[in-house]
């Protein structure tokens, strides 16, 4: 495996991680309780990843991160990734989910329908559920059916997922019933 290097940055949900390669971006972490536990994930998964100052590629796609986590619309579909490792079956996931437009959502079914693999839901949500690249796969852009929120994997589960919905404005009525948030 190539080696890898990554980098906390400051944004407005928390201290966020970029991990990266030379093929592109291997991963991006959503802020966990403490920064020590973002890096322990990031060696679980990358062994000899080394901390350091972003490449330039990296640094963009932060700043891109930074810029979309303050509430601009900005469009990450052309941040190059490193797929190496991820499955088929997720990386076109990943792709249909790449295309949703910031401020917008869509639905696993409707997902599963755009890979003409019709009643896969669930495995739509399984390859989201494992998404290496938050944010720039916008897993948290993807609804369950009825315009219900869905799971979410990260750190803060679903109130996570329903705060970023609402810095990108894209919160379908009802989807704050119950979650412990307010509009």
Not at 10 to 39: F, N, Q, Y
Not at 42 to 56: D, K, N, S, Y
């Amino acid at each position: 495996m190539a080696g890898h290097g990554f980098a906390l940055f400051a944004t407005p949900i928390g201290r966020c991680a970029i991990v990266w390669s030379e093929r592109g971006i291997a991963a991006v972490r959503l802020p966990e309780r403490r920064d020590s536990e973002t890096r322990a994930r990031i060696v679980q998964r990358f062994a000899h990843a080394q901390e350091a100052l972003p490449p330039r590629p990296a640094q963009d796609a932060l700043e891109r991160i930074v810029a979309l986590l303050q509430g601009q619309a900005i469009d990450l579909s052309s941040i190059a990734l490193d797929l190496d490792g991820v499955p088929d079956f997720d990386r076109e996931v990943y792709r249909v989910a790449r295309s949703i437009p910031c401020g917008s959502t869509t639905t696993y079914g409707e997902i599963a329908a755009r890979l003409n693999e019709r009643g896969s839901a669930r495995d739509v949500g399984v390859a989201l559920a494992r998404n290496p690249f938050a944010i720039v796969v916008p897993c948290h852009r993807v609804l369950a059916a009825g315009g219900k929120a869905g799971g979410f994997s990260a750190m803060g589960g679903l109130k996570t997922k329903l705060r970023l919905l609402m810095i990108e404005r894209a919160l379908p009525q009802g989807l704050f019933e119950g979650s412990g948030l307010s509009s």
